[in-house]
């Protein structure tokens, strides 16, 4: 027996996708959004997103250096998670406070609790969400044209009119790569076509939250509010690129239907009810925390389960 | 017609598809393993010196559920000691040197089929030594005894050949295709109330074409084309795609009033009670990219990979990785000194190791894996489950009831052994169960 051959369990053979490859689905996939960004707002934005970037991917590196844990820069992932927070940053943002958020995702949401795979939230809303605490103003200052206005939910909340085209197009005030929605979408659906994500997810988080405002809203049927709505706040940018990230949603195909269903509820309450105009950061967040519990509730039956209990009465 | 869930691996069965089967004499020494089959392990019945006749049974059945050995060749019985066999166990065999006479014993064949009780068609199954043929080895005999076998609605013969590269079925579905049908209107005189469905995927038009040109008059029968899909020929997946019925790992494929058989089994069938021929032969497919010339055999069982191997003009690359059976869930072999059984179907020899290729990496939640998953599980809970020693959690989360297909592991994008850590699981389960 002088050559061995390589013995291992089955199965043999292995599909071609990888971790790396979805990783560059998905950013290609935000590259429409990045660069209307860039071209709507100017140089600044693209400099937010090369900080931002490489903020995530040097303290992805650094950490894993220190730890003594074998670099897993190769995955894309940090990429992404740098790239997905660079998009929900204002346009005048200070670099460096890009570069600490882009630390926050990575050591403190990410690494501390595991590395990939591990994070309970998603990096980018949880560096978010420290951002706005840490440099509030910074962090809700949106300037459009070199004017300083407010976004056009917060229009919307004051009762001016907003103009629902402009919103589509993403010629509006609001963060980096959250205002065009055509844009969001042509990478929605390059990544359906792909089959990185599904409509499971984003599909119930719309559903229910239109059904949330057509109840809660006070506007009744006026479709101009609800499209507004749907548009503004980087509903869209959550619901397909945030809300779908696979770490941090539930793995069980009903659950995924109640954390969609969680998500609406949660952005119509914070918008509907709550103080601030914006909140689908905070429901994805906070929707990213209930998912053990949802995985929980929702394991699913068996092939052939149902069959054996009608059996047995 | 199909299942839910489900991968497509390369198929690759292009490379021995159209190789007619060629018949293939043994050289030098056979090797009968006593145990190729569920069940007790059969007893030798010869000794050491002994001159046996092709046909001969060499060990006879240990229990109900087990299965008698034929000699495929006539010569003399060498020695009866542990080999190694192709799961990596070692397993009592009895050793023969082929004098290269190929004398027979003489066959009983029976004259007219149909004046056979069921009771005699049963036992001229068992005592011919048929088992599940597929894979399972699971012994015929058993499976066309069903408590009620009224209660029988559906004798499916699965002709899906779903893992890649095999082609011995389809081999055999197109030069044999009327023994096949013939075997299907022996076990149907089994079951008054079933009717026969021949499972073909759609990959294989011209089967379905041969089968329901020749069914076509048969009320019984009939022939579902069904979605090429992996693992199609599982016999849970087999059985709903054909009847609509789902059954779980605790119940027979007879509690849906079904009987599932292999092509291969319905032709030894077929041999067994038409012409009192034991199994001693199949047809088995030497294939991959690493091998001169990828074929199909018709093969004396006992016969050495090496040999197959060689009879295909050996290897023209170097290969990293040697399976018996086929890549979804074949055993891998460290060496081709190993003997064919009776559930042998084919040697895959593949220049690269796609799973020494990559490295596992951490879950990324992303669920490809559920929804490969045949049986509709998260086998990347599972895994972890199995991994971190979880067992109440691995079965609470219904993994009992994995079949073993592979899927997951295929699919997984951070290449992580999911199978291999739910198999094992489970071992430990069941093992556990034993000892309570």
């Given at each position: 027996m002088?050559?061995?051959?390589?013995?291992?369990s089955?199965?043999?053979?292995?599909?071609?996708?990888t971790?790396?490859?979805?990783m560059?689905y998905?950013?290609?996939?935000?590259?429409?959004?990045?660069?209307?960004g860039?071209?709507?707002?100017?140089?600044?934005?693209l400099v937010?997103?090369?900080?931002t970037?490489?903020?995530?991917?040097?303290?992805?590196?650094i950490?894993?250096k220190?730890?003594?844990k074998?670099?897993?820069?190769?995955?894309?992932?940090a990429v992404?998670?740098?790239l997905?927070?660079?998009?929900?940053?204002p346009?005048?943002?200070?670099?460096w406070e890009a570069?600490?958020?882009?630390?926050?995702?990575?050591v403190?949401?990410?690494?501390?609790?595991?590395?990939l795979?591990?994070?309970?939230?998603?990096?980018?809303?949880?560096?978010?969400?420290?951002?706005?605490?840490a440099?509030?103003?910074?962090?809700?200052?949106?300037?459009?044209?070199g004017?300083?206005?407010?976004?056009?939910?917060?229009?919307?909340?004051?009762?001016?009119?907003?103009?629902?085209?402009d919103?589509?197009?993403?010629?509006?005030a609001?963060?980096?790569?959250e205002?065009?929605v055509?844009c969001?979408?042509?990478?929605?659906?390059?990544?359906?076509l792909?089959?990185?994500?599904d409509?499971?997810?984003?599909?119930?988080?719309i559903?229910?939250?239109?059904?949330?405002?057509?109840?809660?809203?006070?506007?009744g049927?006026d479709?101009?509010?609800?499209?507004?709505?749907?548009?503004?706040g980087?509903l869209?940018l959550?619901?397909?690129?945030?809300?779908?990230?696979?770490?941090?949603?539930?793995?069980t195909p009903k659950?995924?239907?109640?954390?969609?269903?969680?998500l609406?509820v949660?952005?119509?309450?914070?918008?509907?009810?709550?103080a601030?105009?914006?909140?689908?950061?905070f429901a994805?967040i906070?929707?990213?925390?209930?998912?053990?519990?949802?995985?929980?509730?929702?394991?699913?039956k068996a092939?052939?389960?149902?069959k054996?209990?009608?059996?047995?009465? | 017609?199909?299942?839910?869930?489900?991968v497509?691996p390369?198929?690759?069965?292009?490379?021995?598809?159209?190789?007619?089967?060629?018949?293939?004499?043994?050289?030098?020494?056979?090797?009968?393993?006593?145990?190729?089959?569920i069940?007790a392990?059969?007893?030798?019945?010869?000794?050491?010196?002994?001159?046996v006749?092709?046909?001969q049974?060499i060990?006879?059945?240990?229990?109900?559920?087990?299965?008698?050995?034929?000699?495929?060749?006539?010569?003399?019985?060498?020695?009866?000691?542990?080999r190694?066999v192709?799961?990596?166990?070692?397993?009592n065999?009895?050793?023969?040197?082929?004098?290269?006479?190929?004398?027979e014993?003489?066959?009983?064949?029976?004259?007219?089929?149909?004046s056979?009780?069921k009771e005699?068609i049963?036992e001229?199954i068992k005592n011919?030594g048929?088992?599940?043929?597929g894979?399972?080895?699971?012994?015929?005999?058993?499976k066309?005894?069903?408590?009620e076998?009224e209660?029988?609605?559906?004798?499916?013969a699965?002709?899906?050949?779903?893992?890649?590269?095999?082609?011995?079925?389809?081999?055999?579905?197109?030069?044999?295709?009327?023994?096949?049908?013939?075997?299907?209107?022996?076990?149907?005189?089994?079951?008054?109330?079933?009717?026969?469905?021949?499972?073909v995927e759609?990959?294989?038009?011209?089967?379905?074409?041969?089968?329901?040109?020749l069914?076509?008059?048969?009320?019984?029968m009939?022939v579902a084309?069904l979605m090429?899909?992996?693992?199609?020929?599982?016999?849970?997946?087999?059985?709903y795609?054909?009847?609509?019925r789902?059954?779980?790992?605790?119940?027979?494929p007879?509690?849906?009033?079904?009987?599932?058989?292999?092509?291969?089994t319905?032709i030894?069938?077929?041999?067994?009670v038409?012409?009192?021929?034991?199994?001693?032969?199949?047809?088995f497919?030497?294939?991959?990219?690493?091998?001169?010339?990828?074929?199909?055999?018709r093969f004396?069982i006992g016969?050495?990979?090496?040999?197959?191997?060689?009879?295909?003009?050996g290897?023209?690359?170097?290969p990293?990785?040697?399976?018996?059976?086929?890549?979804?869930m074949g055993?891998?072999?460290?060496d081709?000194?190993i003997?064919?059984?009776?559930?042998t179907?084919?040697l895959?020899?593949?220049?690269?190791?796609?799973?020494?290729?990559?490295?596992?990496?951490?879950?990324?939640?992303?669920?490809?894996?559920v929804?490969?998953?045949?049986?509709?599980?998260?086998?990347?809970?599972?895994a972890?489950?199995s991994?971190?020693?979880?067992s109440d959690m691995?079965?609470?989360?219904?993994g009992?009831e994995?079949?073993?297909?592979?899927?997951?592991?295929f699919?997984?994008?951070?290449k992580r052994?999911?199978?291999?850590?739910?198999k094992?699981?489970?071992k430990?389960?069941?093992?556990?169960?034993?000892?309570?």
């Open positions: 002088s050559d061995l051959y390589h013995v291992s089955s199965p043999h053979v292995r599909d071609k996708d971790t790396s490859r979805i560059l998905v950013i290609i996939a935000l590259l429409p959004a990045s660069i209307f860039i071209v709507n707002f100017g140089l600044h934005a937010l997103i090369l900080v970037i490489a903020s995530c991917v040097a303290s992805e590196w950490f894993e220190i730890v003594h074998k670099s897993t820069l190769n995955d894309l992932s992404v998670t740098g997905l927070l660079a998009l929900n940053l346009p005048t943002l200070p670099w570069v600490i958020g882009g630390v926050f995702a990575i403190i949401v990410k690494m501390l609790f595991g590395g795979g591990q994070n309970f939230m998603n990096p980018a809303l949880g560096a978010r969400c420290f951002l706005l605490i440099f509030a103003a910074d962090m809700t200052k949106f300037t459009f044209d004017v300083t206005g407010a976004t056009p939910l917060a229009q919307l909340r004051n009762g001016e009119e907003v103009n629902v085209m919103m589509l197009i993403g010629r509006t609001g963060t980096i790569g205002t065009s055509i969001i979408l042509i990478g929605a659906i390059f990544l359906i792909m089959g990185v994500i409509l499971r997810i984003p599909g119930t988080y559903i229910t939250f239109v059904i949330f405002l057509l109840l809660f809203g006070g506007h049927f479709w101009n509010y609800i499209v507004a709505e749907l548009c503004g980087g869209m959550g619901a397909f690129f945030m809300a779908t990230d696979y770490v941090t949603s539930p793995i659950g995924q239907i109640i954390f969609g269903i969680c609406g949660l952005t119509g309450l914070f918008r509907v009810f709550g601030n105009a914006e909140g689908v950061s994805i906070l929707s990213n925390v209930l998912v053990p519990i949802i995985e929980k509730f929702t394991v699913p092939f052939g389960q149902v054996e209990a009608k059996k047995n009465e | 017609m199909t299942f839910k869930g489900g497509h390369y198929e690759g069965k292009d490379l021995s598809k159209d190789k007619p089967t060629r018949e293939l004499l043994p050289k030098g020494e056979l090797v009968y393993p006593v145990s190729q089959h069940g392990p059969a007893k030798p019945i010869v000794a050491v010196g002994d001159t006749l092709k046909g049974m060990a006879e059945a240990g229990g109900f559920v087990s299965s008698p050995v034929f000699s495929s060749v006539s010569g003399t019985v060498k020695a009866i000691e542990p190694r192709s799961v990596g166990d070692m397993v065999s009895i050793i023969i040197e082929n004098d290269g006479e190929y004398k014993v003489t066959y009983s064949p029976a004259d007219n089929v149909d056979l009780s005699e049963i001229r011919a048929v088992v599940g043929m894979g399972a080895g699971f012994p015929t005999h058993v066309l005894s069903p408590k076998p209660k029988i609605e559906y004798v499916i699965n002709c899906a050949e779903c893992e890649p590269y095999l082609t011995s079925d389809y081999r055999r579905m197109m030069e044999d295709p009327e023994k096949l049908v013939e075997g299907m209107r022996i076990v149907l005189k089994l079951f008054d109330n079933a009717k026969g469905v021949f499972g759609n990959n294989k038009p011209d089967c379905i074409e041969k089968l329901k040109e069914v076509k008059d048969e009320p019984r009939e084309e090429t899909k992996y693992p199609q020929g599982g016999e849970r997946q087999l059985i795609a054909v009847t609509g789902a059954i779980n790992s605790k119940m027979l007879a509690d849906a009033g079904c009987v599932v058989d292999n092509v291969e319905i030894s069938i077929y041999n067994a038409k012409l009192g021929k034991p199994v001693t032969e199949r047809i497919t030497v294939t991959g990219d690493a091998v001169s010339d990828p074929c199909n055999f004396s016969t050495s990979f090496q040999e197959l191997l060689d009879a295909a003009g290897f023209k690359e170097q990293e990785k040697i399976i018996a059976g086929g890549p979804m055993f891998a072999l460290f081709l000194n003997p064919t059984t009776k559930t179907s084919a895959l020899c593949l220049t690269k190791d796609e799973v020494a290729e990559f490295e596992p990496s951490p879950c990324i939640n992303c669920g490809r894996c929804e490969a998953c045949p049986e509709l599980l998260i086998p990347s809970r599972l972890k489950f991994n971190n020693g979880l691995f079965e609470k989360w219904n009992m994995c079949v073993e297909c592979g899927s997951c592991s699919i997984c994008p951070a052994q999911l199978a291999q850590s739910i094992t699981m489970k430990t389960i069941l093992a556990e169960r034993k000892k309570k």
